[in-house]
Nanobody, 115 residues
Framework: QVHVVESGGGLVQAGGSLRLSCTAS????????MAWYRQAPGNQRALVAI???????TYGDSAKGRFLISRAAVKNTVYLQMNALTPEDTAVYYC?????????WGQGTQVTVSS
């Protein structure tokens, strides 16, 4: 069993920053990737950023130039540094771990950006 837990969400004013954390625990064997997605009310869940085991990253259009995904020294933890936040970034942010062909999702953390 693999458990994924997000933290760091909250309320921030437009133009501010937040750093989200995602930590995986349990039967961690060979992580293929860890990624952040977000879902706003009425919208589909969308990719924010993904970090592959080899270090490559991919960003969704909404994150390019403002967000940075990184990994802690302990490889089962990733961060999402979010800068220049706007109200359009308001959403529940989810972390997904991919391992041995299986996807493991966290419960999500709410990010609310006030104007």
């Amino acid at each position: 069993q693999v458990h994924v837990v997000e933290s760091g969400g909250g309320l921030v004013q437009a133009g501010g920053s937040l750093r989200l954390s995602c930590t995986a625990s349990g039967m961690i064997k060979s992580i293929r990737s860890m990624a952040w997605y977000r879902q706003a009310p009425g919208n589909q869940r969308a990719l924010v950023a993904i970090l592959f085991d080899g270090g490559d990253t991919t960003y969704g259009d909404s994150a390019k130039g403002r967000f940075l995904i990184s990994r802690a020294a302990v490889k089962n933890t990733v961060y999402l540094q979010m800068n220049a936040l706007t109200p359009e970034d308001t959403a529940v942010y989810y972390c997904k771990l991919v391992q041995q062909g299986n996807d493991y999702w966290g419960q999500g953390t709410q990010v609310t950006v006030s104007s």
